[in-house]
């Protein structure tokens, strides 16, 4: 890079959470970090830089992505949902809800993504087996719970 | 009012009858964590903020020749650098823990002169973005001039070795002797003495999902730094930044609120947090780090590598334990950031949970081009714990022997508690033979041959292994005084503050920075039962804050003792508050004494005549706002704060003798695995984590500690190991090459308790959160239990990936040559 460069910006608008954003946004600049820095939407969060531990995971357009992994202006034009949008009004989702019951958070960084996978899970299949749901989680790192109260809070919501 | 008095000699005073206690109450955090609205602190932010990158030696050990940050601060949108030698001109060196020869380290926060490992960091670029500030880094010439690194402790003191550390004259830095008993008579007095050449505890942390950050704004007027950060430990950062720094900890204040994970690796974030007060003072803006996942796996807090060499065990026929001499061998790694405090915090459980009497231990730490080792969940205990199950697995397969009978046979007995060891440690309360006995049930004990049988018709070899471990909480920092007997630490202290406010608030401060284990929670619950009200009117401010005054020297959350050291605090502050409301109330009613009065639903009120009763919100109006006319000599603020201070004497330097943690949890974990002697893969088939804390206040709470804590260990043994080439290069520097286990790597789990209330604390609690080193052991044990029938290899490392049990199926001399057994 040549001193004085800047690189490529170009105006990119985004659905979230039924909020639509217009933005100039820097061509290599990460869609987690367009959500977070430039939107101010932290419920989204980083921990591993490189695609492994799904903190970040949002739905975009109906599929489950990790944002870190996709570039904010290949979002232009999409829908997309976060943790934030989860809960309706003052009422935790039944996901949520069970998160809490079944204490599957502790510090809670992992969890808006786990939320997301969990949730982009039961859409697609809405009484997974405790396999099924081993699988649906396994892109989503958690330090802090060995992941059982995780598994039980899903199969909880799910109904199962 | 009424002036209704009653005689106190007439008042039965009965124990507030608890509610919320022992339950599973949901905790508080969780609404806001569920929904993305908690505040971790990358999302703090202020207004033309810079970001920090920090540029880092690709060497692991390097003369710098020359450092050129000017094509970086041509960059549009870059705001500044710092480097090594300003660092040098406007700072001391950290304040050394060790006596000589570490204590002559001079550690900066940005290196200077010098690199001793990859990933140290040299500059620091601000720009306006994260992006930015990565790219201009990349435009900072530094010239360097390698030097022959050392990345394998057993080498560091050799003649010929290259020093790290010209200053401390070497790469020695702290030896120790520890001898309690008589060991010559234990061993005159053995049948057998079993000798281990080498066991080798590996280098790993817990890699919590939030790296390690900060926001740091600096008041040009007031000159004070305002650090947002989620450091878990700002005393001891505020001791550490303070002097370096040239300022009074007045001017250092610390805030968080959510810390995603820390597990010990936030503790030593001060050298990065001082190169932020830099920065931020010197641009005159806001500056802003945010840890990327490869610095912190490259230079932040590894788990101490640890060697114990010519082990020796005294041991009769039967398997009676009588005591054991070895030598530790600890990398600490480049730097000395918490170290050598990991020489003595091992001897908090310095014979585990066995009864031997006779006790030598040489303990040398040495330097290596490594990244700087810290506290990492289980600190030190961990490493030593490993070596006492060790010891007593190898000594179990050498005298063939049942490892389950020679545990029982040397367990420290429930009637033998309170238990003094060898080195003057105090084991509280427990009853580690009825702990096995729950793991074992928990996993079929009495099926096992049958299933190691039908494992064997499908080709697969069964083990067995059995982790006991010990959760030594709530320090006396006066240990630290066997490292340096110049430092001037001991006990320990936290603070809690409980007011009422004027509209009724019962607002809690806590000097504590929890990382996910729920403090919010389990305080409104100590609280609500003081006060007799609802855990809903209880409002405990989330995070710490050093402007609330609810901090001592010791305030943090580290070390297993928030159970203990936080909860006495609030437990202490909520009866002040609860004294001040009878007092206020006694003077409103017209002179009742307090003995007469009690809190029930939210009021104060007489107890023989509970209409007469003062809404909480009636007092906090009365004191704060409405307050003529009050007795003078009245003396009450309802703004109470509690100082804990735990028991303890400053221990004896010379025989490094004494107290030095006030409880000791319990673990005993079973596992059951499942070899494929062909490729050394195996499944963790069956599991059980038994614990013993003491009472708990939410067990919930503390069974999620204990199953997250179970996960970490099972990765530490089976995946996670920051791996160095012989150039000190780290070959596992993010989440693809460092394995943490994922959701299908989870093997099933089950969980078992005993409550063995602590004698010494005031709610029966232990600290807790730190047992799951037992699983490591636990593993260990069974891998060498599977293996007993193909090779009979002995497992002498706690890391045990699939293609190092491959390696033992196929030579298992390898292993076998380092154990040997010998008549006394």
């Known amino acids: 890079m040549e001193a004085g460069t800047v690189s490529s910006s170009r105006s990119i608008t985004v659905t979230i959470n039924d909020t639509t954003y217009e933005r100039e946004v820097e061509a290599r600049k990460l869609l987690i970090h367009f959500v977070r820095d430039d939107l101010d939407l932290t419920g989204s969060h980083i921990g591993c830089d490189t695609g492994n531990c799904g903190a970040c995971s949002m739905i975009v357009d109906g599929t489950l992505v990790k944002s870190c992994m996709m570039l904010a202006v290949q979002a232009d034009g999409s829908t997309i949902e976060t943790v934030e949008g989860l809960a309706d009004g003052e009422e935790l989702s039944k996901l949520q809800q069970a998160f809490s019951s079944h204490h599957a958070l502790q510090c809670g960084y992992c969890t808006p993504g786990m939320l997301m996978s969990a949730t982009a899970l039961l859409r697609a299949n809405p009484a997974p087996s405790e396999a099924e749901i081993k699988k649906g989680l396994q892109g989503n790192i958690c330090r802090c719970t060995g992941y059982w109260n995780i598994f039980e809070a899903v199969k909880e919501a799910s109904g199962g | ?824």
């Not at chain 2, 870059?78 to 060196?93: H, I, K, R």
């Not at chain 2, 714990?385 to 007593?392: D, G, H, M």
């Not at chain 2, 406010?501 to 403090?519: A, M, Y």
């Not at chain 2, 804050?545 to 010791?554: I, L, M």
């Open chain 2, 1 to 824: 009012m009424s002036s209704t008095t009653i005689a106190p000699a007439e008042v039965e005073v009965e124990a507030p009858a608890e509610q919320y206690k022992g339950q599973n109450v949901p905790r508080k955090e969780d609404r806001r964590l569920v929904q993305g609205q908690g505040v971790f602190v990358d999302d703090v932010k202020r207004h033309g903020m810079g970001y920090i990158h920090f540029v880092r030696s690709p060497y692991a050990h390097a003369h710098i020749s020359s450092i050129d940050v000017s094509k970086a601060e041509e960059i549009k949108g870059v705001y500044g650098t710092l480097t090594g030698e300003e660092v040098a001109s406007l700072t001391d060196p950290f304040f050394q823990i060790s006596s000589v020869p570490g204590a002559h380290l001079k550690d900066f926060a940005l290196a200077v002169g010098k690199v001793r490992y990859v990933g140290e960091a040299i500059v620091a670029v601000v720009a306006e973005t994260r992006e930015l500030a990565r790219d201009a880094s990349e435009l900072v010439e530094i010239e360097y001039e390698p030097i022959a690194p050392i990345t394998d402790a057993r080498h560091a003191l050799a003649a010929d070795a290259p020093s790290i550390h010209e200053d401390a004259g070497g790469n020695l830095m702290w030896q120790g002797t520890y001898e309690w008993g008589d060991l010559d008579a234990a061993f005159a007095e053995a049948d057998k003495i079993v000798k281990i050449d080498e066991l080798h505890f590996h280098r790993f942390n817990s890699t919590p999902l939030e790296t390690n950050g900060a926001l740091v704004e600096y008041n040009r007027g007031t000159g004070q730094w305002t650090i947002h950060t989620n450091n878990q430990f700002p005393g001891f950062a505020a001791i550490m930044m303070g002097p370096a720094m040239r300022t009074g900890l007045d001017k250092l204040r610390f805030v968080t609120q959510d810390i995603g994970g820390g597990f010990g690796n936030k503790i030593t974030s001060h050298p990065q947090l001082v190169a932020c007060c830099l920065l931020a003072r010197k641009l005159g803006r806001a500056v802003q780090w945010t840890e990327w996942r490869t610095d912190f796996h490259s230079s932040m807090s590894h788990g101490n590598e640890r060697w114990f060499q010519d082990t020796e065990v005294a041991v009769k026929n039967d398997g009676t334990l009588l005591g054991f001499r070895t030598k530790a061998l600890d990398d600490a790694g480049a730097w000395l950031r918490y170290e050598p405090l990991g020489g003595v915090i091992w001897a908090q459980v310095t014979p585990g949970m066995y009864r031997w009497r006779h006790i030598k231990l040489e303990f040398t730490q040495v330097a290596t081009n490594k990244a700087p080792v810290s506290p990492n969940r289980g600190y030190s205990r961990m490493q030593h714990l490993w070596f006492t199950e060790r010891i007593i697995d190898i000594v179990a397969r050498e005298l063939e022997l049942d490892p389950v009978e020679v545990r029982k046979r040397n367990y420290i007995r429930t009637e033998d508690m309170p238990y003094e060891t060898p080195n003057g440690c105090v084991y509280d309360s427990g009853d580690y033979a009825r702990m096995l006995d729950i793991g074992l049930d928990l996993i079929r004990w009495n099926e096992r041959e049958a299933r190691r049988a039908e494992a064997v018709s499908r080709g697969k070899l069964l083990g067995i292994g059995i982790g006991s471990t010990l959760d030594s909480g709530t320090n006396n920092f006066g240990q630290s005084r066997m490292i340096n007997p110049e430092l001037q630490f001991s006990g320990n202290n936290e603070v809690a503050t409980v007011k009422l406010d004027i509209f009724g608030e019962i607002v809690v401060t806590l000097g504590t920075t929890p990382q996910g284990q729920g403090h919010e929670t389990t305080a409104a619950q100590v609280v609500a039962d003081i006060l007799q009200c609802s855990l809903d009117d209880v409002h405990v401010r989330a995070g710490h804050d050093s402007y609330w005054n609810s901090h001592a020297g010791f305030s943090g959350t580290y070390a297993s003792q928030f159970a203990v050291t936080g909860l006495s605090a609030v437990k202490g502050a909520t009866e002040m508050l609860a004294a001040e409301i009878k007092k206020l109330a006694g003077a409103v009613f017209g002179g009742v004494p307090p003995e007469a009065l009690e809190l029930a639903e939210g009021t104060v009120r007489i107890r023989e005549n509970p209409e007469a009763a003062l809404p909480f919100m009636a007092c906090g109006a009365i004191i704060n706002a409405n307050n003529a006319g009050l007795p003078e000599d009245l003396g009450v603020t309802l703004n109470c704060r509690y100082v804990y201070r735990p028991p303890f004497e400053v221990p004896d330097v010379e025989k490094k003798f004494g107290n030095l943690t006030l409880t000791y949890a319990a673990q005993v974990h079973v596992a059951v695995i499942e070899v494929d002697p062909e490729t050394g893969y195996y499944d963790i088939v069956d599991y059980a984590a038994v614990d013993d804390c003491g009472k708990r206040i939410n067990p919930q709470i503390v069974e999620g500690q204990v199953m997250g804590a179970t996960a970490q260990a099972l990765g530490a043994v089976v995946h996670e190991q920051f791996v160095y080439d012989e150039d000190g290069n780290l070959l596992t520097p993010n989440f693809y090459d460092y394995h943490v286990p994922h959701a299908l790597d989870m093997p099933p789990l089950k969980t078992g308790y005993v409550e063995s209330p602590s004698p010494f604390t005031a709610l029966g609690t232990k600290g807790m959160g730190e047992g799951g080193g037992a699983g490591i052991h636990a593993v260990c044990a069974a891998v060498q239990d599977a293996l007993r029938a193909h090779g009979g290899a002995v497992v002498t490392d706690s890391a045990n990936p699939y293609h190092k049990v491959w390696e033992m199926l196929r030579n298992p001399h390898e292993t076998k040559k380092l154990v040997s057994v010998v008549d006394a």
